[in-house]
Structures are given as C-alpha cells and as structure tokens.
C-alpha cells in the first residue's frame, strides 16, 4: 500500500465518517443558490492572504459620454419635475408627466439592450441613475429601479428564449409594458421555498386555440408597481399531475410571464409602505390558463425558478438598494454639514460644537465607505459577475448604514427636520429607510444565515469541493475525491495558524501590502485580520459542522468581519482610483480605525461564545493576545471629517457628487444659497460681533464693513430664515388624500397608461 493509500484508509476514512456528519448538508435550493452565483474578491479574504493587486486592478468604473449625457439630460430634468410633498401628502403618486417622461426616455429600459430598444448602460450607470434620483424622491427612485433589477427584464435577459426577449424586451424599454414580479405571499416571504403558489400543466383555450399551459393559482402581496403593471413575472411550483410534459410531476418553482388583463386575475387595493408612494399592492390570480410558452426560457426552464430568483436578486441586491443608501448617506452629509455651518446657537454655528461634531464626523464616513463599495461593487457586476455573496453584504450593511446617517442628520437638524412640510427634505427620506432595511431580503435573514453562510461555503478554498465529496453516490469515489480536498484544507489551515499568529503578534508589521503610500499600513492591519478570519471561519466549522447554520449570533458575528473587510477594502480601492488626494485620507482613515474597531469587537464576541472552549481560547490566544483590539476613531480625527462637511472643498465636493440639489426656491437649493452666503460672508459677520454690533447699517456706519458686505448679509440673513422656518397648516389642510367612502379610487393605472 502507497502512502496516499495509507493515509486514505487509516486518516481520512475517519475524518471522513465524521464528516458526513458534520458537515452542512446542501439542500436543492441550497445547492441553486451556490449555482446561482460567482465569487469575487470575498473569495480573496477567506483565503486569509488576500491578492491586493486583484483589487487594485480592477477598473474604475466610469460613465461613458453617452451615460453622462443621460445624467445631465433626461435625469436632471425628471428630478426638477418632481415635488416629494405633493407626490406624498397631495397626489399620491408621481404626476402623469413624470410617467410619460419615464417611460419616453426609457428610464425602464436601462438594461435592455440596444438592439431591443433599451439604453444598454452599464452597472455603474444604473447605480448612477438611482442614485441621483433618490437624493430628490425614495417614491421615483424606487419606480425607476425596481423594472432595472428584480423583474421580468433581468430575468429576460438571462434565461429568456430570444422569441420571448424579442417579443417583451422592446415593450418593456419603450414602458409600454409595466413590469412587476410577484414572489413574496401571506405564506412564504423569505421562506420563497414555502410558497403554495401552484400552477398545473393541463391543456385549454388560449386566444381562440387549444393549447398546452399552465392553470395558475396564486395570492401575492408587498409587489411594487402592481398596481400599475400590465406584466407580472409569477413564481410559483409547477405540478404536471398527468404528465403531460415528461416523466416529472412535480417540477418545483418556476417563473411565468402573466399579463395582467387575463381574465382571473386581480390586482388589489394599494398598499402604503412606511408612507412612501411608489405603487405597491397585492395581486392574486384564480384559474388564470397561459401558455407553455408563457414560462420564461420556455419549458427547458420550468423547474428553475430559484435559481433564476437567486441569480437576478444578486444584481438588484448590488446596486438598487445600495445605490439608494448610498445617495442618502450623502444628501445626509451635505445638508447636515450645511445645516450645521448656518445654523447658530450660543452665537457659534452648531457645527462647531462636539457633540454635533461627532455626529457630522460619522456621517461623512459613512458616505465615503458606502459609495466606496458601490463602485467596487459595480465595477465587478460590470465585469460580468454575478456577486451573490457581495450582493447580500451590500444590502444589509449598505441600507443599515444609511438608517445610521439618517439618525444622525435627523438629530443634527432637529426640530428642523421633525415638523413635516414642503421645506422639510429629510422627513420623508427617514421614513423610508425602513422599506431598504426590509425588502429584497431583510436584514436580519441575510445577516444572520445568507453572508456567512453562503459565503463560508462559496468562497472558502476547500470548503464546497469536500461537501461536494460527500455528496457523491458511490463512497470510494467520494472517499477519494474527499481525501484530496481535505489535506488540501488541512495545509491551508496550517499556514493560516501561522499567519494569523505571525501577523498578530507584531501588530500586522510584516503583513502583506501593496505599494500605496500612506495606505499601505491600512492594507497591513488588513491582511492581518483577513488570516484571522479565515483561521477563525475554519475554527467554527470544525468545531460546529452544520450545526452552525443554527448558531446565528455566531454567523452573523463572522458575517460581520467578512462585510467590514470587503467594505474596507473598497474604501482603500476609492483612495487609489481618485488619486491617493491626501485632503481626503481623514476620511479613509476613520473608515479604516471604525470598521477595524468592528471586526475586533466581533472576533471577541465570537471567541466568547464559541462553545468548544478550547479552540475558543486557542483563537483567542492568536489572533487577540493582548486586548480585543482597536477602540475606533479617535476624537480628533472624527473631527476632522467632521470640518471636511462644514466648509466648501473639493473633498466636500466628491464626497456628495452626482446629487440633485434643487433648484430656486427649493428647500435644499435655500440651504446650498444660504451656505454659499455664509462662508462669503463670514469675515464681515465675525467683525461686527467683536464691535458688538447686530444691525449692518451701524456697520456700515462705524467704517466696519462695506456697503456690500452689509447688502451681502442683509440677503443671508434673509435666506437663512427661510433654512430654519419650519411649515404650517390650517386644519383643512391635513385632511389629505381624502376620498368618499362612496366614491371610487382613482384609477392611477389608468391614469400611468
């Protein structure tokens, strides 16, 4: 017998045995979803040694002539029709010239391409596109992204028969179709698995002929844009009792395309999410017959819904919703930042006390890391990948940041922003963060089980090819394929012990990193976390098995250490892409001191409830030695991010590029005048309260100030008091959207056709 033979009969036949115990197994739909998806530099970091030059070589992603012009053009002006407060509190719905304005400039076809009629942008230009929009209006913003990700549209475009993409696709980019997609119902929400949406090969009469099909039943609810769709991509299981099709009765989840002017199907009253007024309701179907042909990707499909559902969430999942949080984040900072220069309390602008400071300070680096990891994010969709795993973390951290920054800008402008009315520009945003936090998978679920659980099985090196072992049907073959793959984990492991080790003992000094200049300590305290996670990601399998998918609080807490560190490496990603400007490095070093803070408070959260104790403390021991790590930003340099929001400046300037800021008397264009006028007149204003004087023409007077400076403050003293006034109404006012019980509701899809 041959050493590997040896090794396989008294080695890994035990380990093995112990394995198929173990060891997760992998479900169905487990087994799609992994399918479903691409790894990406999140393979990287479970490595624990992780290629910086990968990321470093990724292309910045950049609007071509083409996107821009869209960006200036039709964006621009769709944003200057728009009023939030009377779409909210007045009409209930965008104006019909902004419908006929959307679906004229193909604003629902920007992922369609060119040859079917769409606008064929990239990634990053859609994530551009909602991100401007939704720093003017949630209600637009989600209009325009929902047909752009999760619908009929992406799923066209990666599973559709070229008859169906030629048929729908160039309705769907002229908005002459509406598109919805109908998965959540009263019985199955993240549990999509659960569903008892059916639907029954049979055969019946369709437009005249008998024809093989598909009877549908179904209740769905929470679908954005049903009520105004006139195609509902449907998920359901697929039942072929009579088999009609083939030997398989039952095929599983499957996707169709249903018109919605079939007859069976009903389209109900709208719903009301969190007060925002994009068009959202259920929709329900009884005995309602299509074609065969209505499935998307035709028969060869049906079966395949979840892997269709996975593969399409990815791409909705990475720029939707993060490039909506991101823009948030950022119309946070700015308007904070200018709210906090103008308004003054104790005869100092608020700004300039700490307490607000930290709160500024925060908020601008929360800006700088989400929209860091939305262009990384893009560049690699844009690279044709499809980022589950990235996708996942994206959504949960990306919209749970931006409830962060909301909290704080709400805190900083105060009663400002808590007395609702047309000038109030925060109001409505804060009411819509709870809509991010919960759709296309809420949060909790996909901290606690997706990140970390998909990710540890995707992206560990070794990890899926073991599973994947055991899973074989004849146990030599298994037995031997399992051989290679474990003693392949084994010395992984062995060098990840070490580098862990190593790294932590000299405080990372000798981590790897590449030539960056003032960023390369950061690339080091990097790549000495990475080896301690993917050290205490093996430690966690191996002690736990499959028994891990039940420790959430454990997943999450290492779903958390691999978000931060795919976060912070898009932020260090940023830094170089924008020419390492050393006026920006405050704030890549406050996302770098709070997320390294973040991974070492969880680490010891991790190691402090592991249950095998002993590879607790062996891991603790290693990787935490000393103390449980990094206390977050110091003071002065939160303070510091926190004057880069205060005073104008190209970093300012970056930080908050690509926002609509209104126009005329808009509130946010009154705020951007009013601090414009502030630093232009701050000179004036600080000399005549050292004369102690509040009147400019006694100013003038006295030889303090000029004529000019006087005419100048006298203007922003004006504009400023219209920043901090707040709205009133009389008490007919309130009586808002309003309609007789005896009166029909009005028909918005009518009037959107």
Known sequence: MDWIGARRKYLTRPVFAWANKALPSMSDTEREALEAGDVWLEAELFTGNPDWQQLLDTPRPQLSAEEQAFMDGPVEELCGMIDDWKITWEDGDLPAEAWDFIRQNRFFGMIIPKKYGGLEFSAFAHSEVIRKISSRSATAAVTVMVPNSLGPGELLLQFGTEEQREYWLPKLARGEEIPCFGLTSPEAGSDAASMIDSGVICRDRFNGEEVLGIRLNWRKRYITLAPVATVLGLAFKLRDPDRLLGDTEDYGITVALVPTDLPGVTVGRRHLPSFQMFQNGPVEGEDVFIPLDHVIGGKEQAGQGWKMLMSALAAGRGISLPSLSAAAAAFSA??????????????????????????????????????????????????????????????????????????????????????????????????????????????????????????????????????????????????????????????????????????????????????????????????????????TADFALLTLGGALKRKEMLSARLGDILSELYLLSAALKRWEDEGRKSEDLPLLDWCMADGLATIDRSFAEVFANLPNRFFAAIARFVIQPLEAGRRGPKDRLTMQCAELLLAPSETRDRLTS????????????????????????????????????????????????TNEEAAQISNYRAVLARVVAVDDFAPAELSLHATPTNEEPRPVRAANA
Not at 389 to 398: E, P
Not at 682 to 698: F, L, Q, S, V, Y
Request: with cysteine; hydrophobic share 40%; proline share 3%.
């Open 658 to 705: 690509g926002l609509y800021l209104g126009r005329g008397e808009d509130a946010v264009a009154t705020l951007e005048e009013a601090f414009a006028l502030s630093v232009l007149t701050e000179r004036a204003r600080e000399t005549m309260r050292k004369a102690g004087i509040d009147e400019p023409e006694t100013a003038v007077a006295n030889g303090d100030i």
């Open 334 to 535: 700015r308007t904070s930042g200018a709210y906090a220069r103008v308004r003054e309390q104790f005869n100092l602008p608020v700004g300039k006390f700490e307490g607000v400071q930290a709160r500024l300070g925060q908020i601008a680096g929360t800006a700088y890391l989400l929209d860091a990891a939305r262009r990384l994010t893009c560049a690699g969709l844009d690279g044709g990948r499809k980022l589950a795993v990235i996708s996942a973390i994206m959504k949960a951290q990306a919209t749970n940041r931006m409830r962060q920054a909301v909290n704080d800008a709400m805190d900083i402008h105060a009663g400002k922003a808590v007395i609702d009315g047309p000038s109030n520009y925060l109001g409505n945003l804060y009411r819509a963060v709870p809509v991010g936090i919960t759709v296309e998978g809420a949060n909790i679920l996909t901290r606690n089980l997706i990140i970390f659980g998909q990710g540890a099985i995707r992206s560990h090196p070794h990890l899926l090819k073991e599973m994947q072992a055991l899973e074989e049907e004849d146990r030599e073959t298994a037995l031997e394929k399992f051989d290679g793959a474990f003693w392949h984990h084994v010395g992984h492991g062995f060098k990840t012990l070490g580098r862990a080790w190593a790294r932590n003992w000299t405080g990372g000094l000798f981590a790897p990193a590449p030539k960056a200049g003032k960023a390369s300590r950061h690339y080091r305290q990097l790549s000495r976390r990475a080896a301690s996670f993917a050290l």
